[in-house]
């Protein structure tokens, strides 16, 4: 049984940081892309940013510079980290792991069909 769990959310001002955790179970993702999805009150999901088996990253443009992902193949853990919050950053963050694809090109990692595991998400609310 594969499981994601995410942490790590939380109430920020703006221009303050946080960092979200994921922790997978069940199945080692370490050959395989994650990611970081967020979805803002009456908006569609929408991906933040991936990371491939090489540790390559793929950012959206609206937080580059701001965002940073990482992953932990040891502990099996995706981080996210988020600095200079802006109220726009408010949302449910879900993170993502694929048991399928070991690289996704800048035009796929946005897709959620492609990811087949999610966690139950985190708040992240920005003042």
């Known amino acids: 049984h594969v499981q994601l769990v995410e942490s790590g959310g939380g109430s920020v001002q703006a221009g303050g940081s946080l960092r979200l955790s994921c922790v997978a179970s069940?199945?080692?993702?370490?050959?395989?892309?994650m990611g970081w999805f967020r979805q803002a009150p009456g908006k569609e999901r929408e991906g933040v940013a991936a990371?491939?088996?090489?540790?390559?990253?793929n950012y959206a443009e609206s937080v580059k510079g701001r965002f940073t992902i990482s992953r932990d193949n040891a502990k099996n853990t995706v981080y996210l980290q988020i600095d200079n919050q802006k109220p726009e950053d408010t949302g449910v963050y879900y993170c993502?792991?694929?048991?399928?694809?070991?690289?996704?090109?800048?035009?796929?990692?946005?897709?959620?069909?492609?990811?087949?595991?999610w966690g139950q998400g985190t708040q992240v609310t920005v003042s």
């Open positions: 069940g199945y080692t993702f370490s050959g395989k892309c």
């Open positions: 990371i491939d088996s090489d540790g390559f990253t």
């Open positions: 993502a792991a694929t048991d399928r694809f070991s690289r996704l090109t800048s035009s796929q990692w946005t897709d959620a069909a492609r990811y087949n595991y």
